[in-house]
């Protein structure tokens, strides 16, 4: 194979697991279970919510019980590495109600993704 199509397949393995890491977090059996969400956001995780609310992984914890489940869609996903094992994702988020615009910042450690920065902004 040659680099070019083997650094292709690497860009479209690492979208595909991101995607797929974004999605878990928002479906409603990951946003009801502790344990799968600290699974995957980093000790270190801080969020900018698109309320303007400031959150640590603590918070997010925390505030499971409280949350009402709202059904998500991603589109126009897309993927920038910014290191060997870094990577920022951006998309936006559909629900029945709004649109916003999404970044992420995931890094691998131990070869685990987690995320470790998201912000969410309304679209108008």
């Given at each position: ?15 595909q ?73 951006t ?34």
């Amino acid at each position: 194979m040659s680099p070019v199509l083997r650094t292709m397949e690497a860009a479209m393995s690492l979208l595909q697991t991101l995607l797929e890491l974004e999605q878990r977090l928002l479906a409603q059996a990951t946003r009801i279970d502790a344990e799968a969400i600290s699974q995957l956001i980093d000790d270190d995780f801080t969020e900018f919510g698109a309320s303007g609310a400031v959150w640590c992984k603590a918070d997010v914890v925390e505030s499971l019980p409280d949350q009402v489940f709202v059904q998500r869609t991603i589109t126009e996903f897309a993927v920038k590495p910014i290191s060997a094992d870094t990577a920022l994702v951006t998309y936006r988020c559909l629900t029945d109600d709004n649109t916003t615009l999404r970044s992420s910042i995931w890094r691998q450690r131990a070869g685990r993704w987690q995320m470790v920065f998201h912000q969410g902004t309304f679209v108008l």
